[in-house]
Every structure is written in structure tokens, then in C-alpha cells.
């Protein structure tokens, strides 16, 4: 009877060691392929050829491609603040398990089919599919984010007991505004470039929002 009940102690305390050991392995994929993605936007944004008259006009970035621009930092961005968001959810976590771990690739994965689809705009310039596809994935991206961070507040010994029920709260609401504005972006993208540009701006209409409905 005491072997049983301290070969379960064990078994619990080695289950505690594993889940902190994946925590520290899921930021560090997730601070990886973060970084993967900032440089390869980066990287995508317009090359303007010089002037053979007037030389290398700076503000050719903005006149040759200014959709494509305008797009790219957008989705530059976005892609930062999840970053940010990405580390003070987990930043307040103590462990993880496998259902916590399997939200937070599966935002990732949406990330990296993000960065495809900005592939594909480039390819087919401004597609309406591909507005569509970054907009979904923008979307999906942050409202896994959301239910990983939900569902580790439901869990009892994942995030720090620092973290109080309010503060868990004002995380939740602080990065949901994201993910409803990518979902607002949708239809804009069977319109028109520009409008679905503009579109983003609505981030700022339900951040604003949602903290006004939080007080």
C-alpha cells in the first residue's frame, strides 16, 4: 500500500517535471518560428528598381507598390503583437500539458499558412482568395491563442498562482480584439484591396470596445 501510493507520488512529480521541461520547449519553438516569420515578411516587402534619371526615389515603395506594402506592414504588425500576446499568456504559465500545447502549435500552424498565403497575394497580386486565406488565418491564428489561454485558466496548476481571476480576465479580453478584427476583415476581401486594407483599422474599434465593455 505505501509502495503504491509512492510510486504515485513519483509518477506525479516526474508528470510535473516533464510539463515544465514542454513548457520551455513550447517557448522556444514559438519565439523560433515567431522570429521565422517577421524576417520572411520583412524580406517580402517591395524592391523598388531605381530611377536610370533621377536616381533611387525612396518614396517608390510607397508609389510602386503601395497595396503590397500597406499589407505586408499590416500583417507585420499583427504577427508582432500575437508575439507579444504569445509572451505574457505564456509568460504567466507555470507548465503546460498535451491539450494546451496542441492550441498553441495549432496557432502557430495557422501562422505559417499566414505567411503562405501573403506568398500568394504576392504571386497573384491581391487575389481575392488570398485576402481571403490571410484574413481567416489571421483570425483562426489569435482565436487559438484565445482558447489556449482560456483553457489554461480553467486548469488548475498552469498558470501562476501570482495571476489573479481579474487579471486572467483583462489578458483574455486584451487579445481577443485581434481575432475579431481579422474575422471583420473577411468580406472585405471580395471587394477590394483597399478596403480590406482600411479594414484593419477596425482592430482599433474593438480594442477600444472591449475594454470599455470590461470595466
Not at 100 to 125: A, I, N
Amino acid at each position: 500500500m505505501i509502495d503504491k501510493i509512492l510510486k504515485s507520488e513519483e509518477r506525479t512529480e516526474s508528470k510535473i517535471q516533464r510539463d515544465e521541461k514542454q513548457l520551455r520547449r513550447l517557448h522556444t519553438l514559438v519565439d523560433v518560428v515567431y522570429a521565422l516569420i517577421i524576417v520572411r515578411l520583412f524580406l517580402m516587402l517591395p524592391n523598388p528598381e531605381a530611377s536610370e534619371v533621377v536616381g533611387f526615389d525612396p518614396l517608390a515603395i510607397f508609389t510602386e507598390g503601395g497595396d503590397r506594402f500597406v499589407m505586408l506592414i499590416i500583417g507585420f504588425i499583427l504577427v508582432l503583437i500575437y508575439w507579444f500576446q504569445s509572451n505574457k499568456t505564456t509568460g504567466n504559465l507555470v507548465k503546460t500539458d498535451g491539450k494546451h500545447t496542441v492550441l498553441s502549435l495549432l496557432q502557430l500552424f495557422f501562422l505559417l499558412f499566414y505567411l503562405y498565403s501573403v506568398r500568394l497575394d504576392l504571386v497573384f497580386e491581391s487575389d481575392i482568395l488570398a485576402l481571403f486565406m490571410q484574413s481567416v488565418s489571421l483570425a483562426l491564428a489569435g482565436f487559438m491563442g484565445v482558447l489556449a489561454w482560456i483553457y489554461a485558466t480553467k486548469h488548475a496548476g498552469l498558470i501562476s498562482d501570482a495571476v489573479s481571476e481579474q487579471e486572467a480576465k483583462d489578458i483574455k479580453i486584451g487579445i481577443l480584439s485581434e481575432p475579431l478584427a481579422s474575422t471583420f476583415t473577411i468580406p472585405f476581401a471580395f471587394i477590394s484591396p483597399l478596403l480590406w486594407n482600411l479594414s484593419w483599422l477596425s482592430v482599433l474599434v474593438f480594442g477600444w470596445f472591449l475594454k470599455k465593455r470590461s470595466k
